[in-house]
């Protein structure tokens, strides 16, 4: 699915779909969703995601709700929803109005626990958080029965009737499902439903003091929206026979369970605990910070939803966890903005040209292509005269072998311009290259010479009088490890923070892009992709580089 188009991918998932459509499951209704849990901001992972969830639906012309999953008042806010519904919208994924939050279920979920215990299937426990864990067992040995197990209906009826009227502290009774304390599965010994919390929730407000865990609110809430596929990450296999075990007794609706793989990145972690700590510890600036895999940093620093959308559909689905390339992910941002992104030229190390034959004070307005790659993008005109910046890198004193670029002696021709030969250098009291001395030649304009001579390479400039000033911020991987959870003994992940993920420049760029607006994207010629920051002012352009030139992944491909 590349800019909304329907996938026509088939994957395990739609195996299990196609299958349920011809027994006539469900008849033949696809209904999926993405249920987040409004403690962070939404990551790249996440759009893997939204658009498996989205995709699916439209692949068979079913439906895509968008639900908050927010059963913990401690850790949600206002600020996640709010993102959360910005993202989703950003990558396409359309509810046609079906935004929900679980909390909207919770008397219907209080009133089917109270079912549940009507059933003999539920029951008020006294146990502390601790005691239940130690009660629960391990892998290797059965768990041991609450001491409140066997209390009447009424008694637990009474109970849990107090425990949502405020009667009891935080923490001193919950609501745990009476399953089978001996079962292989651990999320099947009497888990918790139920828990006492004396908490303002973000939309609830102070009407509830008990709220449904996780495990109570997921499987019930999909039940109650119709979903027929309830597609989520591998980590929940291992629950799902305890949603069906819930399901089943209350009677109601049953959605299938699918697991897939999560999405992991080289050099990323994606862990919503672990973007706070960057934030909170001002790591980085921000959660939109244009280093975080968060999907507001990444439109921030100049990312498509076409390159998720591509990175999502290379990758497809898969029922094993495995980590993407990095170069991967770049590749796809790169595809896309190369067909999009106007090319403009910008300096990012600026070192001073004058064209000791070029007549003092002329402008000439030279012709330049928007995008190779759109012909409809048309040209645009780049002011050239005497003085001009180009790239500290584009010349040496002393040139390496194979170093084509200017040197004393050397033509090169200026993109859209002239060929221009360096005839002298200008150094500082330090013995600094500060200016070259060049000569163009005005028979070349255009970058052809008549009398056919070549030259071996072209480099970027800027007129130095029209030149804009700007700053451009360079991101690098904000982790040095391929696997940032790979550890030393004793170390921690924060260990692995790459101490130069950020470089700040002041630089130039061409005065066409003067009043940019922010997300406006750009290629700098030679140089890599860059999209203009909100930071920016009217006098002072702000460039995040999205991406560089160069295909890494091409040479990771190569290799094998
Ligand atoms: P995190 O571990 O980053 O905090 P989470 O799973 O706790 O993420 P939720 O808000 O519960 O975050 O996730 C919403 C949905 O997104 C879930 O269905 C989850 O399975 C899915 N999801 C989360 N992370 C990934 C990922 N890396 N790849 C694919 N899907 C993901
Ligand atoms: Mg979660």
Same mark, same amino acid.
């Given at each position: 699915?590349?800019?909304?188009?329907? /996938?026509?991918?088939? %994957?395990?998932?739609?195996?299990?779909?196609?299958?349920?459509?011809?027994?006539?499951?469900?008849?033949?209704?696809?209904?999926?969703?993405?249920?987040?849990?409004?403690?962070?901001?939404?990551?790249?992972?996440?759009?893997?995601?939204?658009?498996?969830?989205?995709?699916?639906?439209?692949?068979?012309?079913?439906?895509?709700?968008?639900?908050?999953?927010?059963?913990?008042?401690?850790?949600?806010?206002? !600020?996640?929803?709010?993102?959360?519904?910005?993202?989703?919208?950003?990558?396409?994924?359309?509810?046609?109005?079906?935004?929900?939050?679980?909390? =909207?279920?919770?008397?219907?979920?209080?009133?089917?626990?109270?079912?549940?215990?009507?059933?003999?299937?539920?029951?008020?426990?006294?146990?502390?958080?601790? !005691?239940?864990?130690?009660?629960?067992?391990?892998?290797?040995?059965?768990?041991?029965?609450?001491?409140?197990? @066997?209390?009447?209906? #009424?008694?637990?009826?009474?109970?849990? $009737?107090?425990?949502?009227?405020?009667?009891?502290?935080?923490? @001193?009774?919950?609501?745990?499902?009476?399953?089978d304390m001996a079962s292989p599965n651990l999320n099947l010994r009497d888990p918790v439903l139920y828990r006492i919390l004396h908490a303002e929730h973000?939309?609830?407000?102070?009407? *509830?003091?008990?709220?449904?865990?996780?495990?109570? $609110?997921?499987?019930?809430?999909?039940?109650?929206?119709?979903?027929?596929? @309830?597609?989520?990450?591998?980590?929940?296999?291992?629950?799902?026979?305890?949603?069906?075990?819930?399901?089943?007794?209350?009677?109601?609706?049953? /959605?299938?369970?699918?697991?897939?793989?999560?999405?992991?990145?080289? +050099?990323?972690?994606?862990?919503?605990?672990?973007?706070?700590?960057?934030?909170?510890?001002?790591?980085?600036?921000?959660?939109?910070?244009?280093?975080?895999?968060?999907?507001?940093?990444?439109?921030?620093?100049?990312?498509?939803?076409?390159?998720?959308?591509?990175?999502?559909?290379?990758?497809?689905?898969?029922?094993?966890?495995?980590?993407?390339?990095?170069?991967?992910?770049?590749?796809?941002?790169?595809?896309?903005?190369?067909?999009?992104?106007?090319?403009?030229?910008?300096?990012? %190390?600026?070192?001073?040209?004058?064209?000791?034959?070029?007549?003092?004070?002329?402008?000439?307005?030279?012709?330049?292509?928007?995008? &190779?790659?759109?012909?409809?993008?048309?040209?645009?005109?780049?002011?050239?005269?005497?003085?001009?910046?180009?790239?500290?890198?584009?010349?040496?004193?002393?040139? &390496?072998?194979?170093?084509?670029?200017?040197?004393?002696?050397?033509?090169?021709?200026?993109?859209?311009?002239?060929?221009?030969?360096?005839?002298?250098?200008?150094?500082?009291?330090?013995?600094?290259?500060?200016?070259?001395?060049?000569?163009?030649?005005?028979?070349?304009?255009?970058?052809? #010479? &008549?009398?056919?001579?070549?030259?071996?390479?072209?480099?970027? *400039?800027?007129?130095?009088?029209?030149?804009?000033?700007?700053?451009?911020?360079? +991101?690098?991987?904000?982790?040095?490890?391929?696997?940032? =959870?790979?550890?030393? !003994?004793?170390?921690?992940?924060?260990?692995?923070?790459?101490?130069?993920?950020?470089?700040?420049?002041?630089?130039?760029?061409?005065?066409?892009?003067?009043?940019?607006?922010?997300?406006?994207?750009?290629?700098?010629?030679?140089?890599?992709?860059?999209?203009?920051?909100?930071?920016?002012?009217?006098?002072?352009?702000?460039?995040?580089?999205?991406?560089?030139?160069?295909?890494?992944?091409?040479?990771?491909?190569?290799?094998?």
């Open positions: 699915m590349s800019n909304g188009e329907t /996938p026509t991918q088939s %994957n395990f998932i739609t195996d299990i779909i196609d299958g349920h459509n011809q027994s006539g499951r469900f008849a033949g209704r696809v209904h999926t969703r993405f249920p987040p849990e409004p403690n962070g901001y939404l990551h790249i992972g996440h759009a893997k995601s939204i658009m498996l969830n989205y995709g699916l639906a439209r692949q068979y012309g079913g439906k895509f709700n968008l639900r908050f999953d927010d059963t913990n008042p401690t850790k949600e806010e206002q !600020e996640y929803i709010d993102s959360i519904i910005a993202d989703v919208h950003w990558l396409g994924a359309d509810w046609e109005g079906r935004l929900f939050y679980a909390s =909207d279920y919770f008397q219907q979920l209080y009133d089917w626990a109270v079912q549940l215990i009507q059933q003999g299937q539920a029951y008020v426990c006294d146990l502390r958080a601790d !005691e239940v864990r130690e009660y629960r067992g391990t892998l290797t040995e059965p768990g041991r029965a609450s001491p409140y197990r @066997s209390r009447s209906v #009424a008694e637990n009826l009474e109970l849990f $009737a107090r425990m949502k009227a405020g009667d009891y502290a935080d923490g @001193s009774r919950t609501l745990r499902a009476k399953i973000p939309r609830t407000g102070d009407a *509830w003091c008990i709220y449904p865990t996780y495990d109570w $609110a997921h499987g019930q809430s999909d039940s109650i929206e119709g979903i027929t596929h @309830s597609i989520c990450t591998l980590e929940f296999e291992d629950h799902r026979p305890l949603y069906d075990w819930c399901i089943q007794s209350l009677g109601i609706h049953a /959605p299938q369970q699918i697991e897939f793989a999560r999405l992991n990145l080289t +050099y990323t972690l994606m862990s919503k605990r672990r973007l706070l700590k960057l934030v909170n510890e001002g790591i980085v600036s921000g959660w939109d910070d244009p280093r975080m895999p968060t999907l507001s940093a990444q439109r921030r620093r100049g990312v498509t939803p076409a390159a998720l959308h591509d990175l999502t559909e290379r990758i497809g689905v898969a029922k094993n966890n495995s980590v993407v390339d990095l170069a991967l992910y770049e590749y796809s941002i790169r595809q896309d903005l190369n067909q999009h992104a106007l090319r403009v030229m910008g300096v990012l %190390n600026p070192l001073k040209v004058t064209l000791i034959n070029y007549p003092e004070g002329q402008v000439e307005w030279l012709d330049a292509v928007n995008n &190779p790659e759109d012909p409809a993008a048309g040209v645009r005109q780049v002011p050239f005269s005497r003085e001009l910046w180009i790239e500290q890198d584009d010349f040496r004193e002393t040139p &390496p072998p194979k170093y084509f670029r200017l040197t004393v002696g050397r033509e090169v021709r200026l993109r859209y311009g002239y060929f221009i030969k360096c005839v002298e250098v200008v150094k500082d009291a330090d013995g600094q290259v500060i200016e070259l001395l060049c000569t163009y030649d005005p028979d070349t304009r255009g970058g052809n #010479a &008549p009398d056919g001579r070549k030259v071996k390479s072209t480099i970027h *400039w800027l007129s130095a009088a029209h030149a804009l000033p700007a700053e451009a911020r360079l +991101y690098e991987r904000l982790f040095l490890t391929e696997n940032p =959870d790979d550890v030393a !003994e004793g170390g921690d992940w924060m260990d692995n923070l790459n101490p130069n993920s950020l470089e700040i420049l002041n630089c130039y760029v061409e005065p066409s892009v003067a009043g940019a607006a922010p997300g406006s994207r750009y290629q700098f010629e030679r140089l890599a992709y860059f999209c203009v920051d909100p930071d920016s002012t009217p006098e002072r352009p702000v460039f995040n580089r999205t991406v560089a030139l160069k295909d890494e992944w091409a040479k990771v491909q190569q290799r094998g």
